[in-house]
């Protein structure tokens, strides 16, 4: 009898266990997610960083780059715009590239039928576009990064990869997406850029292909010109088309720029002097969208100097509302490029004054200016009499339409090298920076692969010049 109690009291124990184990599921929280969450949350993580900004020694790629295009000014604190700046990519690889990666492999594991495999197609290739847009910028602000063994949870010390070598795949694998896409199909039920719209998408990655051949076009012309001619037929074509993100009005799904200015009330962040100099002298309508005037002026404060945040123009109405969209590339950025396509003879684009009136036009459309007409017949704004070579011409204006998109802004300054612009008095380095240095962290986790990075560039300096910047 004793012999069977105790099988029944074994059996009972391995019943019970199995039960506690069950006990331990968290029925409230989700332990896996579908794919389109993992992807919203990278887009949505990637808004952040576009809209962010800091006025201080540490920041992403974002948002100390807003202050060195000079676009607008710190008047508080003085690190940023001085350039006594340290930098990390962590948001950009935990916030947006794991994301990405998660939800790669969660469509990758779904089930293909005859009804979905279209639009599994099209996720994948929607996702890729995001990935190579993201990898894109992190190349084109440090040169070499972790690509290759980036990502990899049991790897706390990847290597670096070459920088040209990853940007020329990032193209080659952004054009074998697009071609993969079927932009009659399915992709997303929603999403927070185009709400599962495939076409738009598609047109996303044709500008996104123009712009990252035309950052080459100097150090890799036979390969910029190939992808300029595959992108050229999709690319924007109206502000309709453009890659935005809108943001709601309640927290925490407002931007991150109303945080900072409304939310946090920042007195820090004013126009500054080159940039309201500039619209002054042009008597840019665009000015009352930009900046708030001071008492019926539009004043921009000198770069880098600590002064009176009241006396100077501080960031329009607009930006201080909680839903402004987040631009990652619009119709404007692509009808300059084609203008410069039309310069440098590229894919059969012809009319480069056409082109450049149009980027200005989208502009003045985008933020709802009226007066287009009349600020293109000026002699310093018109193509055929405006100062200095078509670099010039396109890149001051360029300028004006990118503000508000900071990384994008200070790109274009290096690679165009307009605006001419100086470093404040008293910087860490004595011109505009070019690069960013790698993250400190950096070199205390992974010292060895680091300093083999900072070799290859050149030095890890802000006065290195990256491969594409080639003049």
Same mark, same amino acid.
């Given at each position: 009898?004793?012999?069977?109690?105790?099988?029944?009291?074994?059996? @009972?124990?391995?019943?019970?266990?199995?039960?506690?184990?069950?006990?331990? #599921?968290?029925?409230?929280?989700? /332990?896996?997610?579908?794919?389109?969450?993992?992807?919203?949350?990278?887009?949505?993580?990637?808004?952040?960083?576009?809209?962010?900004?800091?006025?201080?020694?540490?920041?992403?790629?974002?948002?100390?780059?807003?202050?060195?295009?000079q676009q607008i000014s710190s008047?508080?604190?003085?690190?940023?715009?001085?350039?006594?700046?340290?930098?990390?990519?962590?948001?950009?690889?935990?916030?947006?590239?794991?994301?990405?990666? +998660?939800?790669?492999?969660?469509?990758?594991?779904?089930?293909?039928?005859?009804?979905?495999?279209?639009?599994?197609?099209?996720?994948?290739?929607?996702?890729? #576009?995001?990935?190579?847009?993201?990898? =894109?910028?992190?190349? +084109?602000?440090?040169?070499?990064?972790?690509?290759?063994?980036?990502?990899?949870?049991?790897? #706390?010390?990847?290597?670096?990869?070459?920088?040209?070598?990853?940007?020329?795949?990032?193209?080659?694998?952004?054009?074998?997406?697009?071609?993969?896409?079927? &932009?009659?199909?399915?992709?997303?039920? !929603?999403?927070?850029?185009?709400?599962?719209?495939?076409?738009?998408?598609?047109?996303?990655?044709r500008s996104l292909q123009l712009?990252?051949?035309?950052?080459?076009?100097?150090?890799?012309? $036979?390969?910029? +010109?190939?992808?300029?001619?595959?992108?050229? %037929?999709?690319?924007? *074509?109206?502000?309709?088309?453009?890659?935005?993100?809108?943001?709601?009005?309640?927290?925490?799904?407002?931007?991150?720029?109303?945080?900072?200015?409304?939310?946090?009330?920042?007195?820090?962040?004013?126009?500054?002097?080159?940039?309201? &100099?500039?619209?002054?002298?042009?008597? !840019?309508?665009?000015?009352?969208?930009?900046?708030?005037?001071?008492?019926?002026?539009? #004043?921009?404060?000198?770069?880098?100097?600590?002064?009176?945040?009241?006396?100077?123009?501080?960031?329009? *109405?607009?930006?201080? $509302?909680?839903?402004?969209?987040?631009?990652?590339?619009?119709?404007? /950025?692509?009808?300059?490029?084609?203008?410069?396509?039309? +310069?440098?003879?590229?894919?059969?684009?012809?009319?480069?004054?056409?082109?450049?009136?149009?980027?200005?036009?989208?502009?003045?459309?985008?933020?709802?200016? &009226?007066?287009?007409?009349?600020?293109?017949?000026?002699?310093?704004?018109?193509? =055929?009499?405006?100062?200095?070579?078509?670099?010039?011409?396109?890149?001051?204006?360029?300028?004006?339409?990118?503000?508000?998109?900071? @990384?994008?802004?200070?790109?274009?300054?290096?690679?165009?090298?307009?605006?001419?612009?100086?470093?404040?008095?008293?910087?860490?380095?004595?011109?505009?920076?070019?690069?960013?240095?790698? %993250?400190? =962290?950096?070199?205390?986790?992974?010292?060895?692969?680091?300093?083999?990075?900072?070799?290859?560039?050149?030095?890890?300096?802000?006065?290195?010049?990256?491969?594409?910047?080639?003049?």
């Open positions: 009898m004793k012999k069977y109690f105790l099988i029944y009291i074994t059996f @009972l124990f391995f019943s019970c266990s199995n039960d506690l184990e069950n006990l331990n #599921i968290d029925e409230k929280n989700a /332990t896996s997610a579908p794919a389109e969450t993992f992807f919203n949350f990278a887009l949505k993580n990637m808004s952040d960083l576009e809209s962010d900004l800091t006025y201080g020694s540490n920041g992403s790629p974002y948002t100390l780059s807003r202050l060195w295009s008047v508080t604190y003085n690190e940023g715009t001085t350039y006594f700046s340290n930098f990390n990519w962590t948001n950009v690889y935990l916030g947006v590239l794991i994301n990405l990666q +998660e939800s790669k492999e969660v469509i990758e594991n779904t089930v293909q039928t005859p009804m979905n495999t279209v639009a599994l197609q099209n996720q994948l290739s929607i996702l890729e #576009i995001l990935r190579v847009y993201s990898y =894109s910028k992190l190349v +084109e602000s440090f040169g070499n990064i972790p690509y290759s063994e980036a990502l990899d949870v049991n790897n #706390i010390s990847p290597a670096y990869d070459d920088a040209e070598t990853i940007y020329l795949d990032l193209l080659a694998k952004l054009n074998i997406a697009l071609d993969n896409m079927d &932009d009659s199909g399915a992709s997303w039920s !929603d999403d927070l850029m185009y709400g599962g719209n495939t076409e738009l998408w598609k047109k996303f990655g712009l990252m051949a035309m950052r080459i076009v100097d150090s890799n012309p $036979q390969v910029a +010109e190939t992808n300029i001619i595959a992108a050229l %037929p999709g690319v924007f *074509t109206s502000n309709a088309d453009n890659a935005t993100v809108n943001h709601l009005d309640a927290q925490p799904n407002t931007t991150a720029l109303y945080l900072d200015l409304a939310v946090g009330n920042r007195k820090d962040f004013v126009g500054s002097k080159p940039f309201i &100099d500039y619209m002054n002298n042009l008597d !840019d309508p665009r000015r009352s969208v930009y900046f708030k005037s001071v008492n019926g002026d539009f #004043i921009g404060a000198p770069s880098g100097i600590v002064v009176n945040y009241d006396s100077y123009s501080e960031m329009g *109405t607009l930006f201080y $509302q909680p839903n402004t969209a987040v631009i990652f590339i619009d119709y404007s /950025t692509v009808e300059f490029l084609l203008a410069e396509a039309a +310069e440098r003879n590229i894919g059969g684009v012809v009319n480069a004054e056409l082109h450049y009136n149009n980027a200005i036009k989208a502009s003045f459309e985008y933020y709802q200016v &009226d007066g287009v007409e009349a600020y293109l017949l000026q002699p310093e704004v018109a193509y =055929s009499t405006a100062s200095g070579n078509w670099k010039e011409k396109i890149g001051m204006q360029k300028w004006v339409a990118l503000y508000n998109q900071g @990384l994008e802004a200070w790109t274009e300054y290096r690679r165009l090298d307009y605006p001419q612009l100086s470093a404040p008095t008293g910087s860490y380095v004595n011109s505009v920076p070019v690069r960013l240095i790698y %993250p400190i =962290s950096e070199q205390t986790l992974n010292r060895s692969n680091y300093e083999a990075a900072a070799a290859a560039v050149g030095g890890d300096l802000l006065t290195t010049k990256l491969f594409w910047d080639k003049y």
